[in-house]
């Protein structure tokens, strides 16, 4: 963990170091980077959205960089954990609690009532609702850690069927590491994106009560 | 374009979602389910089952409204 994070901030450091008007090559990834988590927190949240901007991008950063990081053969991938993962979809759920707390008092509680929900059917509804909210970290976690997990299993068996089958068979299994390892560059993208904006949505939900 | 309107990559993140979401709020269902059969009432099978169907229909749910956010 202490890995990834220092090759984050190394990487922000060196790329945020210059400040040239005419971006390097790094400072213009930097950029991107920034402006990318920037688009998601204003789709997904609106203006107001954007106090929440160092939290948002130190847990993509973060995510990222260990996803990316636990392909390096021979390293460890931290967010194949579910410890991990379900510290922060925790951490995520709580923070989006506190802040509509915060913002709404006792009416947070509103949250469980969907609108225009007609009386008679609040019985029902509040433990449906209650249930979706609840279900919201565990999905967060365990997407990211399945994710994960899944893909690391798979290289692995198909690296070992290719010791297995040696020189004679053993290409086949070998060629389909190489298809499924850039597939894994692309989920490592994507589920830290996932994350991020569910994030963002939950933080949302918090902020604009329906 | 900014990547996160690039509709490929958009569109797979919002794929991805759905299947989770169906399936975590049929797990918190069925553990509330169990937890009130085994710690409250006392009530063997019934617990877990109303607590199965209700978490089927919060997943159906969830999926729906995740669908209707970026159908608008």
Known sequence: ?210 | MAPSQDPVFAGLGKAMRVGTDLLAALIVGGFLGWLVDSYVFDSTPWGVSVGLVLGLIAGIRNAYRAAQRWGA
């Not at chain 1, 927190?41 to 990222?64: A, C, E, K, V």
Request: aromatic share 12%; with cysteine; hydrophobic share 60%.
């Open chain 1, 1 to 210: 963990m202490w890995i990834v994070v220092g090759v984050a901030s190394v990487f922000l450091l060196k790329a945020g170091a210059a400040k040239s008007l005419v971006p390097s090559k790094l400072q213009s990834l930097a950029e991107l980077l920034v402006d990318f988590i920037r688009g998601i927190i204003q789709d997904t949240m609106g203006p107001s959205g954007m106090r929440y901007f160092p939290f948002i991008s130190t847990l993509f950063l973060f995510i990222l960089f260990s996803n990316l990081l636990g392909l390096v053969p021979g390293s460890f991938t931290v967010t194949s954990q579910i410890v991990v993962t379900g510290v922060f979809a925790i951490a995520v759920y709580g923070l989006s609690l506190v802040i509509g707390f915060q913002l709404h008092g006792a009416k947070f509680l509103g949250i469980l009532v969907p609108p225009g929900t007609p009386g008679w059917l609040l019985p029902l509804m509040i433990p449906i609702e209650l249930i979706s909210q609840l279900a919201r970290p565990i999905s967060l976690a365990v997407r990211l850690f399945a994710n994960m997990t899944a893909g690391h299993v798979i290289l692995g068996v198909l690296f070992g069927l290719t010791i297995a089958g040696g020189l004679l068979i053993g290409w086949l299994p070998f060629s389909f590491t190489i298809v499924l390892y850039g597939l894994e560059v692309g989920i490592a993208f994507i589920q830290a994106y996932i994350f991020v904006v569910l994030t963002c949505v939950y933080i949302g939900d918090a902020i604009h009560l329906h």
